[in-house]
């Protein structure tokens, strides 16, 4: 479902943060465009 | 072993300086009507200071007595709570200005001397006519000092082509010192020390001091100091985003156990950036703007006297750069790994003190409940380890964690509000080990996409 | 949303071409995660942003969603994902951002 894409990561400090979740998109062939962490406090 | 001998907090109630605070101040540029809506928002003092929360803060309440308080907390003020505090206390705005006044040793701040003459201690204050602030404020870029809707004074920049001291960075830095400085006097207040007794001071604030060669060049901890009159130390900076007073007290601890230094002080000043960083939430909710006060607070960190509580040296949990920013990666590294190389178990810890921000603040935006998904993330921990069952996290929470209560002023909240109540329940017998941990978004000054964190564990001798 | 994300996603979506993009969330709570994903699909709701009034229509998921994490290696998800998923209310989380999704599709 993800191979090919081209994916945006907005990840959290507090929850599961942008490089992470790039790691996975990755994984599963997708490109991943952009990655951030945001840092609600 | 070096111990922490006592805990000081202190609230300035700032509401006027809201509209400075960095995301009032970019909203109302965009939107000027939102300046209005944020002021016919705004607490006066008598509110700010019978806020459960920050009763909490301020020693007169401890943290799990919010359990019993109904929400909202705002319109459930304390009976009879006043601005004194077991910690410290809540200052009200004039005797802030009056602090900023006191610290600024370049003439950059001027109070009105009309307001100055009619205000209690304002007489020793040397102040300015109100044409000179009206002219500061016209021609030259200065900040209009505001007391309700009367104007009161202003703070000019220090150079005209400094982006490092224009008169908003000016402000924020001396809302640091004066805050970092009330949390300092009333922890010589509580413990009877001499201020010429302390031997080194570390602030762990989050401005940046300096000029256009060295924006952030710090020491803070100097000048906060000398404010103090500790007149025989000296000091330096701990940088580390809001992770900063853990890494702070452990140095000191360090410096303490290695006899560099034997009374030291650590202090935290407010952060005016912070000031009304969720009002939109508040604002939409009808609430009032709770964000009005800069926190400050102050430990003293001196040798064991087998009284004191210890803070573990031989155990303080790190984030080494090559763990990868995975919570639970994280969080092994905080907690489980020191407990091990001492033999204990999460189970062993009888209160965690993690990100204590006060939900009531952060909620409202969709920016969640910060302590309470850091406390499940223990608990989580716990299960993964065996030590509890999945049904057992609720009960794990609430009997080792706690509400937060934290006003949102980045390092304030990290895990060392409760060092001052740790230290009360330890007195008293009802608490043995307790640990402290705080988180650092290293990403947000785009130098790297790490994370970070520190965590030390507090002892009953 | 941060609204320079906000600013980096709109030029993503003019360079790439918004059909070949996803966006994928990391926050746990879910009335934030209803706001983030109103935001690249429909636009910023609370105005501020440059995706305010800028409706994208990116499909949205969040990593702990079993839409994601059905393809990964067990190890990875147990390593990186396994806490925060004891944490998170993924089934909450799933109900909004499919809610988001079939928007897309029906309207």
Not at chain 2, 27 to 54: K, T, V
Not at chain 2, 110 to 139: H, K, M, S, Y
Not at chain 2, 141 to 159: S, T, W
Not at chain 3, 77 to 104: H, N, P
Request: glycine share 10%.
């Amino acid at each position: 479902m993800f191979e090919g894409k081209k994916v945006i990561a907005i990840g959290e400090r507090d929850g599961v943060p942008g490089p992470v979740i790039a790691e996975c998109l990755e994984q599963l062939g997708a490109e991943v465009v952009f990655q951030a962490t945001e840092c609600f406090v | 072993m070096a111990v922490v001998k006592a805990a000081a907090y202190i609230l300035a109630h700032a509401p006027d300086l809201v509209r400075y605070g960095s995301k009032p101040w970019r909203e109302i540029a965009q939107n000027p009507a939102l300046g209005e809506r944020l002021r016919s928002h705004l607490r006066p003092f008598e509110a700010a200071a019978a806020y459960p929360p920050n009763q909490v803060f301020v020693g007169n309440l401890r943290p799990d007595a919010l359990h019993e308080v109904p929400e909202p907390w705002y319109a459930h003020p304390v009976p009879e709570a006043g601005p004194h505090g077991r910690f410290g206390g809540l200052l009200p705005q004039p005797a802030l200005y009056r602090a900023l006044k006191r610290a600024d040793q370049f003439d950059l701040i001027g109070l009105d001397t009309r307001w100055l003459a009619d205000l209690p201690g304002g007489e020793g204050v040397r102040g300015w006519p109100a044409d000179r602030i009206a002219q500061a404020v016209a021609a030259e870029q200065a900040l209009p000092l505001y007391d309700g809707p009367q104007q009161v004074g202003c703070i000019r920049p220090a150079h005209e082509q400094d982006e490092s001291l224009t008169a908003q960075v000016l402000l924020e830095n001396f809302a640091a010192k004066a805050t970092g400085a009330f949390a300092l006097e009333a922890l010589l207040a509580q413990t009877g020390l001499e201020p010429a007794a302390v031997e080194y001071i570390l602030s762990c604030s989050e401005e940046a001091v300096g000029d256009r060669y060295n924006r952030g060049g710090g020491n803070l901890a100097k000048a906060i100091g000398e404010l103090t009159g500790c007149g025989r130390a000296t000091g330096s900076d701990v940088k580390a985003f809001c992770a900063a007073p853990i890494y702070a007290l452990v140095h000191a601890a360090a410096l303490v156990e290695a006899r560099v230094f034997q009374r030291i002080a650590v202090v935290g000043g407010g952060s005016l950036a912070k000031l009304g960083m969720k009002f939109l939430g508040h604002l939409d909710r009808g609430m009032p703007v709770l964000e009005d006060v800069l926190g400050g607070m102050a430990f003293l960190v001196a040798p064991d006297d087998g009284q004191a509580p210890r803070i573990r040296l031989d155990a303080v949990g790190k984030h080494d750069i090559a763990a990868g920013s995975a919570p639970q990666a994280i969080m092994e590294a905080l907690v489980a790994r020191p407990l091990e190389q001492l033999g204990m178990k999460l189970c062993d810890v009888g209160k965690y003190a993690a990100e204590l921000h006060n939900p009531e603040v952060t909620v409202p935006s969709g920016s969640g409940n910060v302590p309470r998904t850091n406390y499940r993330m223990i608990a989580a921990l716990a299960v993964l380890r065996r030590e509890i069952g999945p049904r057992d996290m609720e009960d794990f929470i609430r009997a080792r964690g706690m509400p937060g209560y934290a006003p949102t002023q980045g390092h304030i909240p990290a895990g060392v509000p409760f060092v001052g109540h740790a230290l009360a329940m330890m007195a008293a017998g009802e608490l043995d080990r307790a640990m402290f941990i705080a988180k650092g978004s290293l990403f947000l000054g785009r130098m790297t996409q790490l994370s970070d964190g520190l965590s030390f564990l507090l002892e009953r001798p | 949303m941060d609204l320079e994300n906000q600013a980096t996603i709109k030029r993503l979506a003019e360079e790439h071409g918004a059909e070949h993009l996803v966006v994928v969330l990391g926050a746990t709570e879910a009335e934030g995660l209803e706001l983030a994903a109103e935001t690249v699909t429909a636009g910023d709701p609370s105005y501020a942003g440059p995706l305010a009034g800028v409706s994208l229509r990116l499909p949205v998921y969040h990593i702990l969603e079993p839409e994601v994490t059905e393809g990964l290696p067990a190890e990875l998800v147990e390593e990186k994902l396994g806490m925060m998923a004891m944490v998170a209310d993924v089934g909450r989380i799933s109900e909004v951002l499919t809610r988001r999704r079939q928007a897309l599709m029906t309207a």
